[in-house]
């Protein structure tokens, strides 16, 4: 690209961020016909050490136009050739100083120079730039207070920043949308999300006013979303959840309307925390999410209701999984293989066996493909039901579809034979989980050794327990005591010396109070709330 003189003035006098940069392979014009080639010179330039350097380069150029200058310098940060651009600048001051044409370095020069600073991470430098500019009279700009800023946050110094935007106001200069983002990452850094907020609604009260028009070449509609669009991600990052969804809701009522990723975002914020809420069984507030997402006129995917599904599926709440199942259905969101596994999962820990089989009739019918997780949801309906036949058609069916069943999909079983007091059942199906060279687990034993102590079968459950031990498992207290009681009861005659000493308890996970309390640290909400109404499932 060709640009003549007045072409770079023009560009010039605007620079108004430290982020300009113009391409290092124009040609500019040096007033006469001739041109330069700014790239080859800033590499012939790259090497110099001293004055008499730059001067043996630049011997036959004349009088070059600072810009020309200003963009070689520029080109040196590229490099990270701090020496060189030093060396250049100082060569400028001795040409103005020795009564030469040549202007010294003026406000243009010394930014780039900054700039080069920054690029290198040389800060110390910085003083020294900042203290010649004030020996040569030259005030700084908005500009050279951005890189100022840029810098402190590169050297982790983000309040220092935030004191430089509140220097320039001081000033009386007016900051640009550069100021502002550069202002909004010393935030970040800070993780103040209630500062990143202040500063994105007095900029848009200022927008709304009228006051952020001063500048022509600023874009303040695109800006004033660009800004939002930080200040959201930001209070994200610091967990200021509610505070987010607040700039949204105000973008929404005042304006600028916000773009598509603000949106995202806010999605994402609610994503967080229906997970957390899913993970944690905490279902009520995974209800309490996807109502506020509605009520804010968000509409959940099937991520966030299959999130708030799960969660129910594990609190082992069946009625409250079947009423977001048929929310999810009513709202026009196609339930996957997700959402009919959490429901199956909450109608099996309901004991719900015939419902749960018209809903794996259904999901089979509308083309839902069952995975592992469902097909073990299926065999444990069965189990409970007592149709061992059925189980048998299902493992077949697994492994015709290319499904195969791991321990897991045993332990299902097991489990469920043990909660009916099946212990042959159960012993069968242990020995064809063998038989496939599935390896069995604690959980696999223990439910095994359940089965069998419940099933009058205290010696084989004596026998098992040994086999665990001997494997390297160790099965826990209710294991040990199952075969010690069983032996007792029935009768056997077992030598509890060789079990080993009796495993220690293990404290059961009882926790929701503290689990409560974190997950409502993380949600930015009140640990006390009202009491959950059971008209917030199926809002009208």
Not at 172 to 192: H, I, K, Q, W
Request: proline letters at 4%.
């Amino acid at each position: 690209m060709e640009t003549n003189s007045s072409d770079v003035d023009a560009s010039y006098k605007e620079e108004k961020d430290d982020s300009v940069t113009r391409d290092d392979r124009s040609e500019l014009s040096d007033g006469s016909s001739s041109r330069i080639d700014v790239r080859a010179l800033a590499m012939n330039l790259q090497p110099v050490k001293t004055v008499a350097d730059v001067e043996e380069v630049l011997k036959d150029f004349g009088d070059l136009p600072l810009p020309v200058y200003s963009s070689v310098i520029r080109g040196f940060g590229k490099d990270k050739k701090l020496d060189s651009a030093f060396t250049l600048v100082e060569w400028l001051r001795v040409k103005r100083d020795s009564g030469g044409s040549l202007e010294g370095p003026n406000l243009y020069i010394y930014n780039s120079l900054l700039g080069v600073i920054k690029q290198s991470g040389q800060y110390e430098l910085v003083d020294k730039v900042m203290k010649d500019m004030a020996t040569d009279s030259i005030v700084p700009n908005v500009v050279t207070y951005n890189t100022l800023m840029a810098i402190y946050i590169e050297q982790g110094l983000a309040k220092k920043a935030l004191d430089v935007l509140a220097e320039i106001q001081d000033k009386g200069l007016v900051p640009s949308a550069v100021s502002y983002s550069t202002a909004l990452l010393a935030y970040r850094r800070l993780e103040d999300g209630e500062g990143a907020l202040r500063l994105f609604v007095e900029r848009r009260e200022e927008y709304q006013k009228g006051e952020l028009t001063k500048d022509p070449g600023e874009d303040w509609e695109n800006e004033i979303v660009k800004l939002e669009t930080f200040a959201v991600r930001i209070c994200y990052q610091a967990k200021k959840w509610w505070a987010a969804l607040e700039v949204y809701e105000d973008l929404l009522d005042k304006g600028p309307k916000p773009n598509n990723l603000s949106y995202e975002l806010i999605v994402s914020h609610f994503n967080i925390l229906l997970t957390a809420a899913r993970k944690k069984g905490i279902w009520r507030w995974g209800v309490r999410l996807l109502n506020k997402m509605q009520d804010k006129g968000l509409k959940p995917g099937s991520r966030e209701w299959n999130a708030v599904l799960v969660a129910c599926s594990k609190a082992s709440e069946t009625s409250a999984a079947v009423q977001i199942f048929r929310r999810m259905v009513e709202e026009g969101e196609k339930p996957t293989i997700v959402s009919y596994g959490a429901l199956l999962s909450a109608l099996e820990k309901g004991k719900m066996y015939d419902e749960a089989l018209r809903v794996w009739e259904h999901m089979c019918k509308v083309g839902i493909k069952p995975n592992l997780y469902a097909y073990t949801i299926l065999v444990s309906v069965y189990i409970g039901q007592g149709q061992q036949e059925k189980v048998d058609e299902v493992i077949r069916e697994m492994v015709s579809c290319g499904v195969e069943p791991t321990v897991v999909t045993f332990n299902a079983i097991i489990s469920g034979c043990a909660k009916k007091s099946m212990g042959s059942a159960a012993f069968e199906w242990f020995h064809r989980m063998k038989v496939q060279n599935i390896t069995p687990n604690e959980i696999t034993y223990e439910m095994l050794i359940e089965a069998l102590a419940n099933d009058a079968k205290p010696r084989l459950a004596y026998e098992m327990y040994l086999r665990a031990y001997n494997e390297g498992l160790r099965l826990s207290a209710k294991a040990y005591d199952a075969v010690i009681q069983s032996a007792r009861y029935y009768g056997a005659s077992i030598d509890t010396t060789v079990l080993g000493p009796r495993p220690l308890e293990l404290r059961k996970k009882t926790q929701t109070r503290k689990i409560l309390s974190k997950f409502c640290e993380l949600a930015d909400v009140p640990r006390r709330d009202k009491p959950f109404d059971a008209k917030e499932l199926y809002p009208s």
